[in-house]
């Protein structure tokens, strides 16, 4: 049975007695384990001395040490944090602090903008230096963080992430073939509004590594360009949208010390993954990591190989299941399929949530409780389709929502993608669907400048039949990117006519 | 070109790419100044300046083009 204290808060500890060694690189300015340690008993001693009303606490997620020290304070003292991203809309803080009730925020800025609220100024607070004695009684049921994800009515909703959740997931994590070290210097990327922030600096915590964060008023693609080359990032999660923006620039970075990357948070496209490993990061070993928000990070990992990778439509396969962690395919009654038929993938394990905060109506269309050869199983509806190979092996071939069926043809929409991007190489392509007047129609982007769509659907009808031949195609010089560094593809959608 | 057209020029295209009306810039101001140019929006800003001057930026200098006095000195230099 895993255990927060042990396989979390314990390893903290550890490495806190690690007093010269660098944990954090934030602005050019590294902070040592000591440093960190001293930050969090500050913390510690006021969340003991003023202790909030309720267990969930606001933390505006700004890029500094004082941020860091606070979710690690949190978790110490058995309390989760709801992360407020300080460049993020204040009515949308407000509506996440309002759904969890909070009222207390920690908040390292010097002016905060939660004026209604118990906001308690981290940085302000003297340094004291660590006490490793704990309350070890605290139920692995207690929750790590909430992270609101944009819902489909518009309201953001809350997943809850538990100790058992997060301790589940660091000890998979480390059984995968990926081995941090302490002498690694780790990419975090990620806003910690989005989970891979958490595995961003979570696991090089606990292994004694440094972490270099990304400042805020910085150009992220850029900014991480000169992390790789100046401080010679060894390990990093990337998202294969900012590889993307790098593509242009692939002659200009270049490094041998980068030694294992992983492609998350989207679909990773062959072409442009081998052409940033051989171009720009030849010694790295590549890894595609899977996993939606609610079964914690990752749930499937993949060791890309340098010969013979396995793809669908040039998307690279996502790999096999997590340790600990189960994954089904089944169709839509729920019954699983076949090995190689493409149905929805459902996770079950101690990494997935117990749910969405204060909302019972998506926990019943989420969770589903199956009986497999006489033994109940709580399975988490990723609403992803995959398949899975003779290996093992599990392929992602696009979103639930986003196959359609034009008449009576069903559209698997990265299939039109792929064929796209196999005409501008270069570029990249995302297909979307409007109803009009009763039909859906495909709406073609291109990352490109303006031209004549012509010679494009030329060449789609090369190969696809006339239902999969886009209503219209939309050039669109650079792709919106969500805060999660992924392709946006609600602000794409608004620029059908 | 001088110093004046080039931001002038600077204007138009980071209020079109930022949606105002108009934006009034001097060399001393940066991203933080103008509502909306944030991270996402400055990858937009770069690809028009690139276009309009017909140059091309380095991936390192991407990151000190937040000041609206460092890009007219790359443009210029650039142009040169």
């Known amino acids: 049975m895993t255990n927060f204290n042990i396989t979390i808060i314990d390893q903290l500890i550890q490495q806190f007695e690690q007093r010269e060694k660098k944990a954090f690189c934030i602005n050019d300015i590294y902070y040592t384990y000591y440093q960190l340690s001293q930050r969090v008993q500050a913390i510690r001693d006021l969340l003991q001395q003023n202790p909030p009303h309720q267990l969930e606490v606001g933390l505006v997620a700004n890029d500094d040490l004082n941020t860091y020290a606070s979710i690690l304070a949190l978790w110490i003292e058995g309390y989760a944090y709801v992360p407020l991203h300080p460049l993020q809309p204040l009515e949308r803080c407000l509506d996440i602090c309002k759904q969890v009730n909070c009222k207390t925020i920690l908040d390292s800025s010097q002016a905060s903008r939660y004026t209604d609220f118990k906001v308690i100024t981290t940085s302000l607070l003297d340094n004291k230096t660590f006490r490793p004695q704990y309350n070890k009684g605290i139920s692995e049921k207690n929750l790590t963080y909430i992270l609101f994800t944009s819902g489909s009515t518009g309201k953001p909703k809350g997943v809850k992430i538990s100790r058992r959740n997060i301790a589940a997931f660091a000890e998979a994590f480390d059984q995968t073939d990926l081995h941090l070290q302490s002498s690694d210097r780790c990419l975090q990327c990620f806003d910690l509004t989005f989970d891979v922030s958490v595995q961003s600096f979570l696991m090089p915590l606990l292994h004694g590594a440094c972490i270099y964060t990304i400042p805020h008023d910085q150009i992220k693609f850029s900014y991480v360009a000169g992390l790789i080359e100046d401080h010679q990032i060894t390990f990093g999660a990337m998202a294969p949208s900012m590889v993307r923006m790098l593509k242009p620039y692939f002659d200009e970075l270049y490094s041998e010390n980068f030694r294992a990357c992983i492609l998350t948070a989207e679909a990773s496209p062959l072409e442009l993954i081998q052409a940033w490993h051989q171009r720009c990061i030849p010694k790295a070993t590549l890894y595609n990591y899977y996993g939606p928000t609610e079964a914690t990070i990752y749930c499937t990992a993949y060791k890309i190989p340098t010969k013979n990778v396995k793809t669908h439509h040039g998307i690279i396969v996502i790999g096999k299941p997590f340790e600990g962690l189960d994954a089904l395919i089944v169709d839509k009654n729920n019954q699983p399929i076949a090995q190689g038929k493409t149905g929805e993938m459902l996770v079950s394990g101690d990494q997935v949530t117990p749910g969405y905060w204060n909302n019972t109506t998506l926990d019943a269309e989420a969770f589903i409780t199956l009986t497999l050869s006489g033994k109940n199983k709580r399975y988490y509806k990723t609403g992803d389709l995959c398949s899975k190979d003779t290996e093992g092996l599990i392929y992602y071939k696009g979103r639930k929502d986003t196959q359609v069926k034009i008449n009576g043809y069903r559209i698997e929409l990265g299939e039109i993608e792929h064929h796209a991007r196999k005409f501008y190489t270069e570029s990249n392509a995302v297909v979307l669907t409007q109803e009009k007047e009763g039909n859906i129609e495909l709406y073609l982007f291109i990352e490109h400048a303006q031209e004549d769509p012509h010679p494009l659907i030329e060449f789609l009808r090369q190969t696809l039949p006339q239902y999969m031949i886009p209503t219209e195609v939309i050039y669109q010089k650079e792709f919106p990117l969500n805060n999660n560094g992924k392709t946006d593809k609600n602000k794409l959608k608004t620029l059908i006519k | ?80």
Not at chain 2, 2 to 7: F, Q, V, W
Not at chain 2, 50 to 66: G, N, P
Request: no cysteine; glycine share 2%; proline share 0%.
């Open chain 2, 1 to 80: 070109m001088e110093r004046k057209a080039i931001i002038k020029q600077l204007q138009s295209i980071i209020a079109k790419e930022v949606k105002l009306e108009n934006v009034e810039l001097t060399e001393e101001n940066t991203a933080n100044d103008v509502k909306g140019w944030d991270s996402l929006s400055h990858i937009a800003i770069i690809a028009q300046i690139e276009e309009t001057f017909s140059i091309k930026f380095k991936l390192r200098e991407l990151a000190k083009l937040k000041k609206v006095g460092s890009i007219i000195d790359l443009i210029i230099k650039k142009q040169n």
